[in-house]
DNA sequence: GTATTTGCAAATGATTTGCAGTGCT
DNA sequence: AGCACTGCAAATCATTTGCAAATAC
């Protein structure tokens, strides 16, 4: 994806570029605190208030553009929504990457939401432990 | 459990009034934020303080006996420790339900991590949707 | 008796709001 | 032109901190 112009107006909000510059910052780094979209994004555009990040957040998590990870004893970080994917958190850096959902978690999941008149919207499968990077560096 | 004076001091805490008031009340309601905790805390002990509940929780989290539950548009709820297992979290009333995990689930998440070079300590699969209660009154 | 813990009040930090001015379409 | 959006500053809300008094052990 790369044509946010499009995007945000398929979801109803005007293509301004302080939006803009807000998803290009989270498509590039993936996954956001607001004080890290904010610390990006002035510097291509140093006027850009935080106030605006946080009313454009709010817009776009209720466009569903963005999705909310909240994060065990952090601040949250946001991502352009996607398919379905499961998060590794590393604890130490505070990384997060994406990894598929597996075909089977996902039908063993659906299969219990049936027996519980549950009415699913959303999954949010997150791994905390320790990257790989952080691993090596821990090792010396 | 009941025995929270055991707890605590298996955990290298003293056992003080408050912090097993606290922990009586998350242990009663299951799932339950600061605020949460504070109003209900207050109706045996008025004078517990919020500031001692924050204490409380950070310290209870870094020894272990509480964990956060952080959810998506809500604030972090904190439970007792416990076995492994999943949320089903109401999106209208915030309610907070547990589940156990599938053995299945279990053995796929392990084998993925495995090749991952990542060194899983915790998970935390998190099922957003309507409760069966929320579903009935959206029925009426 | 001593170290820990509590409760208050103040400090800090995060998020939200109101409004006048600006910019998209 | 007209409505939606931005940026500022102030307001609000959440969390943390410092310290004197109280409490567990």
Chains 1, 2 share one sequence.
């Not at 994917?85 to 299969?111: A, F």
Request: hydrophobic fraction near 35%.
């Amino acid at each position: 994806m790369t044509n946010y112009a499009a995007l945000l107006k398929e979801s109803g909000l005007k293509a301004t570029f302080q939006r803009m510059n807000i998803l290009e910052v989270i498509e590039k780094y993936g996954h956001m605190s607001v004080e890290d979209i904010y610390e990006e994004v002035i510097k291509v555009h140093p006027s850009l208030s935080l106030a605006t990040i946080y009313k454009n957040i709010i817009l776009m998590m209720e466009k569903g553009v963005l999705v909310e990870v909240p994060i065990a004893g952090k601040k949250s970080k946001y991502e352009i929504s996607k398919v379905d994917h499961m998060h590794l958190i590393c604890t130490e850096c505070g990384e997060v990457e994406d990894r598929p959902c597996l075909d089977s978690t996902d039908k063993i999941l659906h299969e219990l939401i049936e027996q519980e008149h549950f009415k699913l919207k959303k999954r949010q499968i997150n791994l905390y432990g320790v990257c790989e990077k952080c691993q090596m560096q821990e090792a010396s």
